[in-house]
């Protein structure tokens, strides 16, 4: 059984993060905690810190972060790094020895957005298009009609100039918002909430695909399936022709790298995941 290698700075405030530990996982540093340990987490940035992001990690992500090491310093320097997919949590209870709760963007923000209704907090939809965020502002307005709604922008899908990027930082900061939920996809949507910590006045929440689930534009599998880890063959249904690649040779090399994991042995277990 492995023990915990990391914990998260910490800043001289009056309440305690929620969450303090980080395990490694194939080199990648993955939030530990309860659901609710996370929705506090949140709020506790939010509440304590003037700029922060939040990963939510699949096997793509993680598997994307070890080809590439910049991308996993990313990930490494999040404040969270949540394990948004079922093969996450189950390796980190089989390596650490303690139940994980599965922590996926879809689940989480609309738990978040009820918390921020409650707490009085605002929020900010960035990225996807006109269409997708109008569906989720709708859905947001119809099921929490108290909730401070402080913007919502979809950006070109190219490149943005020097100009727009600081116009659309500026948007954001005057809005006043709390929390930024973005979706760009990834890794596209980490690299900006990296870039943009300092620059963005709020936590912000890469939550990608949870825009569309969340406003009912795309279903999920039942309990049970996600459960079984199966969410990533509805997607591959849903489209093979981008996904294919994605899901079908990144969980073939997750598979291989876990496998090593539990041959080598436990010395070799813990040489391999840093």
């Not at 910490?10 to 929705?39: C, H, M, T, Y």
């Amino acid at each position: 059984m492995l023990t915990d290698t990391t914990t998260l700075q910490e800043k001289p405030v009056a309440a305690e993060p929620p969450i303090k530990v980080k395990r490694q996982l194939l080199g990648s540093l993955i939030s530990a905690g309860s659901f609710n340990d996370f929705v506090n987490h949140v709020f506790w940035l939010s509440d304590t810190k003037d700029s922060s992001y939040v990963c939510f990690a699949n096997v793509h992500m993680l598997m994307e972060a070890r080809q590439d090491k910049e991308f996993q310093n990313l990930l490494n320097n999040a404040d969270i790094a949540s394990p948004d997919g079922g093969p996450l949590s189950k390796l980190m209870k089989l390596l650490y020895g303690k139940h994980q709760d599965r922590v996926p963007g879809m689940d989480l923000m609309p738990r978040l957005l009820q918390e921020a209704e409650k707490r009085g907090k605002s929020v900010f939809f960035y990225g996807s298009t006109d269409p997708v965020l109008e569906a989720v502002v709708a859905r947001t307005k119809a099921d929490l009609p108290n909730l401070r709604i402080a913007g919502y922008y979809s950006p070109p899908f190219r490149k943005l100039t020097h100009i727009e990027d600081e116009a659309i930082t500026n948007m954001i900061n005057d809005s006043g918002a709390d929390l930024v939920f973005v979706a760009l996809g990834c890794p596209k949507q980490e690299r900006w909430m990296a870039e943009h910590k300092g620059k963005v006045k709020a936590c912000m929440l890469g939550v990608g695909q949870a825009y569309m689930t969340y406003a009912g534009l795309e279903k999920r599998l039942p309990k049970w399936a996600r459960d079984l880890s199966l969410e990533w063959t509805y997607r591959l249904w849903q489209e093979p022709g981008r996904l294919w690649k994605r899901y079908l040779l990144t969980n073939s090399k997750f598979m291989y790298e876990v496998t090593k994991l539990m041959l080598f042995g436990r010395n070799k277990r813990a040489e391999l995941s840093q």
